[in-house]
């Protein structure tokens, strides 16, 4: 029996830059895996369509951020001779999947997926009204992890509830028509603070509209004003003998993200490790000044090569360009391979068949005895 082949789709919406929160809970993951030799195939997708559910009135925000995208995969170490990089939107064969699949799941079914409710309260649908589009979100997601027929796709916790709605539409599918779709599996980050990096201010989520973000690209000096001037720490920690709290302190969940004891030995000699530190941050005695600044140089031990690498790659736009261009052409045989697979299985396929014919004689024939 052959094995099967291990393959992995993941991707982004192209409505910014990329930051933090996306390199902890997926990017240097995807780097990894890249390297891991476990995967035949790694394919990533630049999610334009979908970005476009929340964004039809300014589609230029979605063009102009999807080289940011790529320059942001290509200096964080995704390389284009083991990784596909291609774009939603020019790959017809997931706009035909979406369709075939929403005939395979209710209105209903849609309004219970967690993430899809979240979502939609998190940009006011609720009061403005919610684009077919974007309630459609977890179809066309499932159109894209099929048609690389992945069965592995990296994700951050929140995005859960769409894998399972995935994996329910292939169910289904395979039912009605026989086994055609892979069924896909989600691997999500081993560090559980690493699967949902929340904003420098505490928020739940980084977002670009709440100004809560540290980006890959940002400068050094944008990433100390970002700590030292919007990182919540503890409201109770007000002088530093103050007993304090690290359970809800940013600057200990981005430590707790990053750091390592290395970085002790490099930066602040006096702990071991993170847990001593925690442990005079709570018995009072250590300053809020003191963790930002160790914090500021772990993340500097991070973004400072990624930066670098990425000022290389500005430096030639034109290969970035073709990178993509490439990917997308690989991209489009693949996911035409697996529309002409699924339309085979429901006997669509009306120019590829031509039994068609003979039944029709058939009929015809019976007809006219």
């Known amino acids: 029996m052959e094995q099967q082949k291990q393959i992995i789709l993941t991707g982004d919406r192209p409505t910014g830059r990329l930051h933090l929160g ?78 075939y699949y929403m005939n395979l799941v209710t209105t209903a079914r849609l309004a219970r997926n967690p993430t899809v409710k979240s979502e939609i309260q998190m940009r006011g649908f609720a009061d403005e009204g919610l684009p077919v589009g974007f309630f459609a979100y977890p179809v066309s997601q499932a159109a894209d992890i099929t048609a690389f027929n992945a069965n592995v796709v990296p994700v951050g916790e929140d995005q859960l509830p769409m894998i399972e709605q995935t994996r329910e539409i292939v169910e289904k599918f395979n039912r009605l028509y026989g086994k055609t779709l892979v069924l896909p599996k989600a691997i999500i980050p081993e560090n559980e603070t690493q699967r949902r990096l929340p904003g420098v201010d505490g928020k739940a989520k980084m977002s670009k509209s709440l100004g809560n973000c540290i980006y890959l690209s940002d400068t050094a000096k944008t990433v100390k004003k970002q700590v030292n001037g919007k990182m919540f720490t503890d409201p109770t920690h007000l002088r530093i003998e103050d007993p304090g709290h690290t359970e809800g302190n940013v600057v200990f969940t981005y430590l707790d993200a990053f750091c390592t004891d290395d970085h002790f030995a490099e930066y602040l000699p006096d702990y071991k490790n993170l847990d001593e530190m925690k442990e005079h941050y709570r018995r009072g005695g250590l300053g809020d000044g003191t963790c930002k600044k160790f914090l500021i140089n772990v993340l500097e031990e991070t973004l400072s090569p990624i930066r670098e690498s990425r000022a290389k790659w500005e430096k030639d736009i034109a290969s970035v360009y073709d990178i993509l261009e490439a990917g997308t052409k690989k991209a489009r045989e693949t996911t035409n391979e697996t529309l002409a697979r699924v339309q085979k299985a429901m006997r669509i396929d009306y120019f590829g068949d031509r039994s068609i014919i003979k039944e029709w004689e058939k009929l015809l024939k019976e007809a006219n005895k």
Request: aromatic share 6%; glycine share 4%.
């Open 22 to 99: 996306h390199y902890v809970g997926s990017l240097k993951r995807r780097v990894e895996l890249q390297n891991s030799g476990e995967f035949d195939e790694i394919n990533i997708l630049i999610a334009d369509d979908q970005a476009l559910t929340d964004n039809a009135d300014n589609p230029a925000k979605i063009r102009d951020n999807i080289i940011n995208v790529v320059l942001d995969y290509l200096s964080v170490g995704l390389d284009p001779e083991k990784t596909t990089i291609c774009v939603q939107s020019a790959l017809p064969a997931l706009h035909a999947l979406t369709f």
